[in-house]
């Protein structure tokens, strides 16, 4: 989703996503996969200065998704503890 917003006063372009993944169960009964009430859920906001540069918004969000997605932040996430 994107949106305007007012950002300390400024102008800016706001931008969330949310990613929900439910947890699986197979339930033998069925012969099958059922869904458990229960999601694990992953968010991001992003807010970007109406008059910042489009060169440095794309850097912006290539340099944090690039950090999002390094294998040391997945593994942190995964194991549920900060790295040592």
């Not at 906001?45 to 290539?62: C, L, Q, R, T, Y």
């Not at 944090?64 to 194991?79: E, G, I």
């Amino acid at each position: 989703m994107s949106k305007n917003t007012r950002k300390g006063g400024e102008e800016a372009r706001e931008m969330r996503g949310t990613y929900k993944y439910p947890q699986l169960v197979t339930d033998t009964n069925l012969g099958g996969l059922t869904i458990v009430k229960r999601d694990a859920l992953i968010s991001f906001n992003g807010v970007f200065p109406k008059d910042m540069p489009a060169a440095d918004i794309n850097e912006a969000v290539s340099q944090a998704f690039n950090l999002f997605v390094s294998t040391l932040n997945k593994d942190s996430c995964k194991d549920g503890f900060a790295p040592t």
